[in-house]
């Protein structure tokens, strides 16, 4: 008994020793920043040195009225580009799921590698293409589609068209690769049922394939308004420095400006991420409720 | 009956649809090849055929911007964070999942928890943190704080949720130690998964910025990407080097990605299940 109970404690001394390196590492660079925020929210910076303003970081805040036009394009982007992206993935999922079989693999291949290369660097390339005297403009002139040169980068409404597009060029593959293995997973029985019931492809789509989708589509939802809300490298590269007039700029790109490039406030700047955090923790919330209430039904 | 079906309308449209986003997909990287043949007006056009100026731009790209540099500083910081990734995590996922307790349970709830914080929040803390210890502009500083990640222990942890811990209890009373069960029986069953868990590490650093950004205060220490975003808020744009540095940040991990195309698309697919 006794001697089970001192194997027991080498066990769990092992299980320490394999989990301490990462808990050390979590300790440094997530815990204690964490803490030091709180400490961060109190302080202000003027210069190299900071003094206490207790809240007066959150009032300046609710005054900023730049932070919260950044904001209003996060919600913009999640709004107009997380729809049209999940729309579009989910049309190429279908398309690649039903018949083609031979180009199937070479297609999701293709769809896919825009998201895996540097998005610095795509993003200088999209600024290159984007330009007022770019390829583009050269392309849709000669084509007669326009008679001008668009602003892509220059027009505050095209900034944002740049940004959506750029956007939804990087992500629909990678979101199509989730609906495609969704898709896959689906009975091909339930539609053979449906076929001898008389359903046609339209009624099969919105009653069986679209329903028994929809768990995949939410986690594709969560995922990318996750990831909105911290877009910074598009911003920040390719309408450069959320131009034009801060047109593009996002909650993200704003607290590093304030930390980094405006004044070097570390305390504002935090004070803003809070709001991020805030609205980051509900996201979350709503994400366990809607997936949760899936697994029920 | 075939015939007609497979020229009817809808299976053209269907066809259009698909050529017209690999299209889309691919023109870019294709015209980043292009690009680094042109002179630096036909950069600025978007000239679609290749020039004959690759071999100056080349010369520019190494003279000018020590683009050897960088490419080496982006592997090395990729590599070392790989290596020490894949130690640390798989470790971590190991303790938790085959040592369970109450204790390391709770400790892996709040890891879980920290997930859903966006990494601006933590940065200015990490990067005051870095200032104190005078440790900004090293590589140091772009590697630990990337080393531990909660969201690849999870995923590791699943994983190892699928290895039979019989094996281990049996290996055990054969006699083997703890760490020669991980390194000896449990590591090399799950190569796939090591594999996934190195693209993904390694993808995400090669392709970092914001941290990168914060931290990185000499041309010395320059990785690719943050060598590109200088290059393009300089004064003049010297656009054939340009080229030259978007495609080395690009095409390696084009290759990589098409060379293990498996593991990726596995390792994408076990973060849903």
């Known amino acids: 008994m006794n001697k089970r109970g001192s194997y027991y404690r080498y066990l769990n001394r092992f299980g320490w020793l394999c989990v301490g390196p990462a808990m050390l590492l979590f300790c440094i660079f997530m815990l204690y920043p964490i803490l030091s925020s709180l400490y961060y929210v109190t302080r202000k910076w003027k210069g190299s040195t900071d003094s206490f303003v207790g809240l007066g970081n959150f009032a300046r805040m609710f005054r900023d009225s730049y932070f919260f036009q950044a904001l209003g394009h996060n919600f913009l982007y999640m709004a107009v580009q997380i729809p049209l992206m999940i729309f579009l993935a989910l049309m190429l999922a279908v398309i690649l799921n039903q018949g083609i079989k031979r180009l199937r693999g070479t297609l999701r291949t293709i769809y896919f590698l825009p998201c895996v290369t540097s998005l610095v660097a795509t993003s200088v390339l999209f600024k290159i293409l984007f330009q007022t005297n770019g390829l583009l403009n050269n392309i849709m002139i000669g084509l007669g589609a326009i008679s001008e040169p668009i602003g892509w980068l220059t027009s505050p409404f095209w900034a944002n068209v740049t940004i959506i597009f750029a956007m939804t060029w990087r992500w629909t593959g990678y979101n199509m690769v989730f609906f495609l293995v969704g898709l896959q997973s689906i009975d091909t029985e339930i539609y053979e049922a449906a076929e001898v019931d008389g359903a046609g492809k339209a009624r099969q789509f919105f009653r069986i394939t679209l329903p028994l989708l929809t768990p995949v589509i939410l986690f594709s939802a969560v995922a990318s308004t996750s990831n909105t809300m911290q877009l910074f490298d598009e911003p920040n590269v390719l309408t450069t420095g959320g131009g034009p007039a801060n047109a593009t700029m996002t909650a993200a790109l704003y607290i590093y400006r304030q930390a980094f490039v405006i004044n070097s406030d570390f305390g504002y700047a935090t004070t803003l991420s809070y709001v991020v955090v805030l609205i980051a923790g509900v996201f979350a919330y709503v994400q366990m409720r809607l997936l949760g209430g899936k697994r029920g039904s | ?273």
């Open chain 2, 1 to 273: 009956m075939s015939v007609v079906r497979r020229f009817s309308a809808s299976s053209l449209a269907i066809w259009i649809v698909l050529a017209a986003g690999a299209f889309l997909s691919l023109f870019p990287f294709f015209w980043m090849v292009v690009g680094t043949t042109l002179n630096p007006n036909d950069v600025i056009r978007g000239v679609v055929l290749p020039g004959d100026e690759l071999g100056s731009n080349w010369a520019k790209a190494i003279k000018n911007y020590r683009l050897g540099l960088f490419f080496l500083n982006s592997l090395k910081i990729a590599l070392l964070t790989v290596f020490f990734g894949l130690v640390v995590n798989s470790l971590a996922a190991f303790g938790f999942e085959k040592y369970k307790s109450k204790a390391r349970e709770r400790v892996f709830g709040i890891l879980l928890l920290t997930l859903i914080i966006p990494s601006i929040a933590l940065v200015i803390p990490q990067f005051r943190l870095f200032a104190f210890f005078k440790m900004l502009n090293s590589h140091a500083a772009i590697v630990l704080p990337s080393v531990m990640s909660v969201f690849i222990i999870f995923f590791m942890r699943q994983n190892f949720k699928m290895f039979p811990t019989e094996i281990i209890e049996a290996a055990r009373v054969d006699g083997a130690g703890e760490l020669g069960i991980f390194l000896r029986i449990v590591a090399p069953s799950m190569k796939a998964s090591f594999a996934s868990v190195a693209i993904y590490i390694f993808l995400s650093q090669w392709n970092s910025y914001l941290w990168p950004l914060m931290t990185v205060l000499t041309e010395a220490k320059k990785t690719l990407p943050i060598a590109l975003a200088s290059m393009m808020n300089a004064y003049t744009i010297e656009y054939g080097a340009l080229m030259i540095i978007v495609c080395i940040s690009v095409m390696p991990v084009l290759v990589l990605f098409l060379a293990m195309q498996k593991q990726f698309v596995a390792g994408l697919l076990g973060s849903v299940k």
